[in-house]
């Protein structure tokens, strides 16, 4: 089946810094992912939609130069959160969808970002 | 629009209680549906998922049909266990923009205990 490997799991970082966040298909291309963010006890909030090789599509409300979003490959998507504030600190998901729609939205196990 | 609308939890079940969580959509054209589980401190999986009306999505002994007449795909299990507690998400895919979306209800929490 498909999967979806997201890295780091856990990160925590200082006020001001950048942190990557890696979301990498092992078994299939993808050729779309998407990016959200969960806030305590609610849903998923998509943040994002990128396409290999394109500009990804931000949400209403997402800043683009705070949330960068590079789809270099068939494999692999990052998020850039640059210059963290508390208020970024959140659980952040990526998930995946190849050309076989069989296999469906793929998820990472997410990562959990604290910035202090 | 689309939405999704999914029961407000928290639900808490006894071990071998039949679950139900209700689900109903709102979309235009034909939605996929989905039924996602998120255990704690992890991303999501996908538990089951049906593709048009009338199908049915099946998968560790839970059970959702797509309805159209009711735009409804609730979930159910005849007999929960303890590891069975996780945040439950149903969704709906649509094509939006060129691309396909997964639109997401709220969750709903549920703990099963012994």
């Known amino acids: 089946g498909a999967v979806v490997s997201q890295h780091p799991s856990r990160v925590i970082c200082k006020s001001g810094t950048s942190v990557k966040i890696e979301c990498r298909s092992l078994?299939?291309?993808?050729?779309?992912m998407f990016w959200y963010r969960q806030f305590p006890k609610q849903s998923l909030m998509l943040m994002a939609t990128?396409?290999?090789?394109?500009?990804?599509?931000?949400e209403q409300g997402v800043e683009k130069d705070k949330f960068l979003i590079n789809h270099a490959s068939l494999t692999l998507s990052t998020l850039t959160v640059t210059s963290a504030h508390p208020e970024d600190s959140s659980f952040y998901i990526c998930?995946?969808?190849?050309?076989?729609?069989?296999?469906?939205?793929?998820f990472g196990s997410g990562t959990r970002l604290t910035v202090v | 629009g689309n939405s999704v609308t999914q029961m407000e939890g928290p639900v808490t079940l006894s071990e071998e209680a039949f679950l139900t969580i209700n689900c109903t959509y709102t979309?235009?054209?034909?939605?996929?549906l989905f039924w996602y589980v998120q255990y704690p401190g992890e991303g999501l999986q996908l538990l089951l998922k049906?593709?048009?009306?009338?199908d049915k999505g099946s998968n560790k002994g839970f059970e959702a049909t797509y309805r159209k007449e009711t735009t409804s795909f609730h979930l159910e299990k005849g007999s929960v266990q303890v590891s069975d507690s996780a945040v439950y998400f149903c969704?709906?895919?649509?094509?939006?923009?060129?691309?396909?979306?997964?639109?997401f209800g709220k969750g709903t929490k549920l703990t099963v205990n012994p």
């Open positions: 998930s995946a969808i190849g050309t076989d729609f069989n296999y469906g939205y793929t």
């Open positions: 078994d299939f291309q993808a050729t779309t």
């Open positions: 990128s396409n290999e090789g394109s500009k990804a599509t931000y």
């Open positions: 979309a235009t054209g034909y939605p996929s």
């Open positions: 049906a593709t048009k009306a009338d």
């Open positions: 969704a709906l895919s649509v094509a939006q923009g060129g691309s396909e979306k997964l639109v």
